[in-house]
T-cell receptor
Framework: DQQVKQNSPSLSVQEGRISILNCDYT??????FLWYKKYPAEGPTFLIS?????DKNEDGRFTVFLNKSAKHLSLHIVPSQPGDSAVYFC????????????FGKGMKLTVNP | NAGVMQNPRHLVRRRGQEARLRCSPM?????VYWYRQLPEEGLKFMVY????????ESGMPKERFSAEFPKEGPSILRIQQVVRGDSAAYFC???????????????FGDGTRLSIL
């Protein structure tokens, strides 16, 4: 039962262009969403998050958009840089009780110079 | 990923042995979470602990796995009588508090890669 889905396993973009990473979820109880970046042999690094009371959150080159009615969120990276090449995970949680995160399977982003 | 310290980074065990994985949370963090990642998969929640308390162990296998977070010292994930299927990367995360306005993201360590021979 995949509650958080990242349907595209990989994405390749040119340096300087926009990268758009998508994520869908099925559990309407989720109210906090996060994006993590992960390099090989390292742990996930927190990038940006958004609460369900918002529809957009921006931090530098990273913007996350949330569409609650569609149960969809996306991460925009602009401009993309070669150092952004990594696996990106979408995660979700709810505030009631445990704060466990439910992760998608990840998407490998490659930014070509 | 400075802050959350996991050791060892790599652990090799033979079938039937015990594996102990340690996690020291970031300074000031009192909530610890363990996740497991199988190859080509996302991270799967295992257990959530606060000091001396297990809050949620809904992701822990019913047998052979246990976790603790004592008053002093690191959190320990213990796997008894390991089997080949336990081979995975085990990640620990910590956060300062739970829920409410101003959610606090979990910060992860670099993981322990467990290999079962």
């Amino acid at each position: 039962d995949q509650q958080v889905k990242q349907n595209s396993p990989s994405l390749s973009v040119q340096e300087g262009r926009i990268s758009i990473l998508n994520c869908d979820y099925t559990n309407s109880m989720f109210d906090y969403f996060l994006w993590y970046k992960k390099y090989p042999a390292e742990g996930p690094t927190f990038l940006i998050s958004i609460s369900s009371i918002k529809d957009k959150n921006e931090d530098g080159r990273f913007t996350v958009f949330l569409n609650k009615s569609a149960k969809h969120l996306s991460l925009h990276i602009v401009p993309s840089q070669p150092g952004d090449s990594a696996v990106y995970f979408c995660a979700a949680s709810n505030q009631g009780g445990s704060e466990k995160l439910v992760f998608g399977k990840g998407m490998k982003l490659t930014v070509n110079p | 990923n400075a802050g959350v310290m996991q050791n060892p980074r790599h652990l090799v065990r033979r079938r039937g042995q015990e594996a102990r994985l340690r996690c020291s949370p970031m300074k000031g963090h009192s909530h610890v979470y363990w996740y497991r990642q199988l190859p080509e998969e996302g991270l799967k929640f295992m257990v959530y602990l606060q000091k001396e308390n297990i809050i949620d162990e809904s992701g822990m296998p019913k047998e052979r796995f246990s976790a603790e977070f004592p008053k002093e010292g690191p959190s320990i994930l213990r796997i008894q009588q390991v089997v080949r299927g336990d081979s995975a990367a085990y990640f620990c995360a910590s956060s300062p508090r739970t829920g409410g306005a101003g959610n606090q993201p979990q910060h992860f360590g670099d993981g322990t890669r467990l290999s079962i021979l």
